[in-house]
């Protein structure tokens, strides 16, 4: 099954033997995810356990991340704040759910100083009182905020968005896909129903599928988690989940539904129009510095990273090519006068990112780390190119390049930039489509995804939707097989089966798949 | 001395009797600030000793603030990155200084899950085999990428900046002025020369000054620190320096020439072009969200927060009024227009931020939470204000109101706008002016800064230049007076004179004044 598994490189058609990152994706997928951070400077481990550097390139792609989905938070009405880093070891104790899906993953802060240890180091002192720990997701102390806000119906609705770091001490760990620490922003609403607390739930899941297949070119369904892979503490959890080249899913973001649960264990209560009090509704949703890992596992090659377009740091780069000084000063100054020309031009709202990258570097050099940065559109400017008064242009989407106009250029680049988004995202969903099945059989469903001996292996895996209902029986197959349920899509519709696990009556197909 | 202390409220000369923030400037100026902040729903405290919830209106300006800043860094050739929240004990550990002066207010990370207690509760569990401390500043773990990073004079420079939060357990905080969480950025750059690395430390002083002076509409002084007042480690401490309301002065932003003092404790070597292997230099700089203090301390009045429009979450408050549903939906109509049309116009490089308060609140209250917001221009909006289509207009920092016509509304208002953020910096300027002295005796200077006993009294205080001498005699006096060494103006002449403390002969003057 599974016919296509990975997109053909740039250079593929150009019989190029040796690819910019090795190993390839077919040689070792873990690997070559890690080169390809590599070769695009992207971030590299720190000097504590589990925790990265984020570097200029990676965070640059952050930065465009905030930029769209902050606006896109400020259209739907919310509005930034700041809450604490710490939060008291006990607001943890007040709801059961929530500590447990946390407790064994707290970063503890114990002492408010050091002292010298005697030995010309240093040790911890002056203990606290009360341990605090670093906020894993902040709805308790978020929470404790609300209910002091929140009397009359007429504080409601109150839609606060967070942009912060987290800590989860995870034991394994993979760069942007899981850290200890992390970036992200986190929303906190509370509402007076429980329909219009449901309306933002739905909204924001809404909000994150425009903003990763319009922004990041990559398809994802929506749907609901089951109830064990709810976030803990939530009434129910909408999910967006994204296909990897390794057809493996990855859940690209998370907005719950948290009913009254928290506003139960932290008193968020209100008087309605009729006088009578009554606990709010609220809803938390998050996605953070995972989507990068999502955006590189879904459109880089064996060259290196791919961006899209309207995320990518810069748009175009431009590589003076020179003999001498005479020459030089000519193509500098024709380099320089393009920049200009190309940053006044509008792209996607903003104006376009142009980078001139005269960098005393050997070209063949200068060339590969465009490629493996994943530079949109790359454009090569020599004395013959500059004669015809152009350039000389590469997509990196595409394996050719060709000569082309200045005029030519300028007038299309915006819709050249459009396309490349939208080849991405094109190319991501005929991979998904390639690579999804409806399985109507244990037996099958065992076959599809093999033994689970080599999770790291791309030579099985896919999306499958199947009949299923919440059972032992079906818990221990996917244990077995280090399979998930990935979620209930959404816009599935109602078709009457048989769960493939129990032989119980089952209406709706899950989407099963293994994971990140 | 010192004849102008505060400025006059807006509301002054219309002989009101009430002000809207109580207690006033004058009854209890730390309390007073307390209140603006409370008036203007700007940050409240949290449940964990000495941090604070940084609400949508005081986060408003923080968002500003760092767009404006980000650009700024931008321009000058900066990049963003982001490095991790912990660090090891053992990299303080390496620079003697750095530790003294961070040691006494680190928090401290000893395990990493919690466990139930047996007692229904939780406890920290997991111990760590080192702690690690939440970053008070990240010279160190920055300083210890840069060793890897930098090998060749070609890898230089290197000009990184971080947005991020830091840690700094105080005893003694109060909101956005010394609080134990907060936000900042912090640069961080490596050189080849001591020269270059002297230009980046002076240049991004500029920059701070630039924004501090020109958005923020807060004179600074621009100076060098004392050797005892210099951050942990700096060769120097570039600083700017803002006299409040309450004529004591406050460290808006610092710039560290840092020497090779952390590239020696982190072995920052590179190659240099003749083939040698020297120690770089570095830099850092920061500042946070203490500016936010300085803002709120330097322009607000009894009536609660005065903004800078330059920085004003929203420029322009509309406030519908009418007396029935027919009306309401006219007025309403009107108002959404305008509201459009305003928008539509850019003021500072992006459109006006214009909002339409049309909440069910009484047209009174609903003023004077427009006024303790501070918002530069508020508009109000009637039947008869229609007939006439124009609006009845308030500025922030005048007494007076006035009916004003919609088209020279819209033709005037951003001369209007850059006419208040230029009036607040010039009365800034003149208060300073007429609360700064020469002072050339000791006696002079124990009468002007009084016996020191009422550190929060603002019947005395001010800019104090004295020709000065490190020494005991000086550090006795001032810790006696409760007095600080600002700075040594980086404009002043030299002039030839005795230190009044000593009587050694000194040639410039320092600014001594009492400080948060």
Redesign the interface.
């Known amino acids: 099954m599974g016919s296509q598994v990975w997109y053909r490189n740039e250079f593929q058609s150009m019989n190029q033997k040796k690819t910019a990152i090795s190993p390839t994706r077919q040689e070792n997928y873990p690997e070559w995810y890690q080169q390809v951070i590599r070769g695009a400077d992207l971030a590299?481990n720190?000097?504590?356990r589990g925790?990265?550097?984020?570097?200029?390139w990676g965070?640059?792609i952050?930065?465009n991340m905030q930029y769209q989905l902050d606006a896109m938070f400020k259209e739907t009405g919310h509005?930034?704040?700041?809450?604490?880093?710490?939060?008291?070891?006990?607001?943890?104790?007040k709801e059961a759910k929530h500590?447990e899906g946390f407790?064994?993953?707290?970063?503890?802060?114990?002492?408010?100083?050091?002292?010298p240890n005697g030995e010309?180091?240093?040790?911890?002192a002056?203990p606290l009182d009360e341990?605090?720990?670093?906020r894993p997701t902040s709805e308790t102390?978020i929470g404790?905020?609300f209910s002091k806000w929140v009397q009359s119906y007429r504080d409601l609705p109150i839609k606060?968005n967070q942009w912060?770091?987290v800590?989860r001490?995870e034991m394994r760990t993979r760069m942007f896909l899981r850290t200890s620490?992390f970036?992200w922003q986190e929303g906190h609403t509370v509402h007076a129903t429980d329909t219009e607390a449901w309306e933002e739930t739905r909204q924001m899941l809404d909000v994150y599928a425009d903003f990763v297949e319009n922004y990041m070119a990559v398809p994802v369904i929506k749907g609901e988690k089951t109830a064990t892979e709810r976030f803990p503490g939530a009434v129910a959890t909408l999910t967006i989940e994204a296909m990897m080249q390794d057809r493996k899913a990855l859940q690209a973001g998370t907005s719950h539904f948290l009913g009254q649960t928290f506003s139960k264990a932290q008193e968020i209560k209100f008087q309605s129009e009729t006088g009578d009090e009554q606990f709010a509704w609220t809803t938390s949703w998050g996605v953070s510095t995972r989507l990068i890992g999502a955006l590189i596992m879904t459109h880089s090659d064996d060259d290196g990273l791919v961006l899209p377009p309207r995320l990518a740091p810069k748009h175009i780069v431009i590589s003076p090519i020179y003999r001498d000084d005479a020459q030089k000063a000519q193509v500098l100054e024709y380099c320089r006068n393009l920049q200009r020309e190309l940053t006044s031009i509008c792209y996607d709202g903003r104006p376009l990112r142009v980078l001139l990258d005269d960098r005393d570097v050997r070209g063949g050099e200068k060339k590969w780390q465009h490629v493996r940065k994943g530079i949109p559109i790359r454009l090569e400017i020599g004395a013959r190119d500059i004669a015809q008064d152009g350039a000389f242009m590469a997509r990196r989407d595409q394996g050719n390049s060709a000569a082309v106009s200045r005029s030519e250029l300028v007038a299309n680049v915006v819709k050249i930039l459009d396309e490349i988004q939208a080849n991405l995202f094109q190319r991501a969903v005929s991979m998904r489509t390639q690579n999804s099945h409806r399985i109507d059989s244990l037996a099958d469903f065992r076959e599809f995804f093999g033994t689970g001996e080599n999770e790291d292996s791309a030579e099985q895996g896919g999306f499958v939707y199947a009949h299923w209902s919440e059972s032992d029986a079906m818990h221990a197959v996917l244990k077995e097989l280090k399979v998930t349920p990935r979620c209930i899509p959404l816009s599935g519709e109602e078709e009457p089966g048989t769960c493939i696990f129990t032989g119980q009556p089952s209406t709706k197909r899950l989407v099963f798949a293994k994971s990140y």
Chains 1, 2 share one sequence.
């Open positions: 590299e720190s000097p504590v925790c990265m550097v984020i570097k200029p965070y640059g952050w930065e509005e930034n704040a700041y809450f604490p880093l710490l939060i008291p070891m006990s607001f943890l104790e500590v407790a064994k993953e707290c970063a503890v802060v114990t002492h408010h100083r050091l002292e010309g180091g240093l040790r911890p002056g341990p605090l720990i670093i102390m404790s905020m606060i912060a770091n800590m001490w620490e970036l």
